[in-house]
């Protein structure tokens, strides 16, 4: 009975040993093996990088891995992927570009001030003023009427200056040359000429650039009567010597007047 009783204790003690070590072994293996992530609860990547759906987690049954925090947009370039970011775009500014200005043609009456003051210099109307100069619109040497219209009350200003200095300062510049009972020749025109020229800028000699002054004023008046306002060259000359040189001289200065008629020659052709 003895030896009975030793059999089955050590048969008792041998199938728990060997229980206990069967659950060990499976424990250990258990313990071994990847157990793969539920279906459902995986971790959406994609919403942690900053997709619109971060934050939501697995919400086919409530449960899962909910996100708060800076998991969504709130990473900076270097969690986030750097390579889809975009640069920030700069706000451009369209500026309209300023308009060409309008090309300006010239009309008939655009100076009428100065028209007033060369119908008042002829004695005539505006009307007539039109009428003598529009010739000059069509000739492209002629220079246009309101620069005419600009110089002849220009050389009008210098013939009629007060006291007649000019006309003065002439005749003394023709006297030291031409005495008053010799004829004027080409060669006493050409050295006249040439003195003016030369003494004009002179500080020593001022009756030689007054003198001068006057003498291309009235040169070109006369040209503009003639060129811009069709007058003949011998209205144009009569007219002029009329107005700024017979009437300023007290009795007849020959000299001056021979001069003057030469000096036209030579520039006018005439």
Known sequence: MIIKNKFMNRHY????TTCLLTCCLI????????????????LDHKNVHGNDNCGAGNQDN????????????????????????EPPKTAVTFVEAAPLPKEQEFKMGECPALMELVAAELGVSKDNI?????????????????YSYAQFVICATVLGDPGHAGLAALAEVVGEFVSPT???????????????ANQ?????KPQYATAAQWLDAFVEYVVIL????????????????????????????ETLLMFLHMRLQTLIGS
């Not at 003690?13 to 728990?16: K, R």
Request: charged share 20%.
């Open 27 to 42: 424990l250990i293996i258990l313990s071994c093996v990847a157990v793969p992530e539920p279906k459902g609860k995986a």
């Open 130 to 146: 039109k009428v003598n100069i529009k010739h000059t619109l069509a000739d492209p040497v002629n220079i246009q009427p309101c």
């Open 62 to 85: 409530g449960k899962g891995y909910n996100f708060t925090g800076n998991q969504c947009r709130g990473f900076d370039a270097g969690m986030a992927n750097s390579s889809e970011s």
């Open 13 to 16: 003690v041998w199938q728990i």
């Open 226 to 253: 003639n060129n811009q306002m069709q007058w003949s060259i011998d209205e144009s000359v009569v007219f002029t010597m009329d107005k700024y040189v017979t009437s300023a001289k007290e009795g007849s200065d």
């Open 200 to 204: 004009r800028y002179a500080e020593e």
């Open 182 to 196: 010799m004829p004027i020749s080409d060669e006493l025109l050409a050295a006249i000429s040439q003195a003016l």
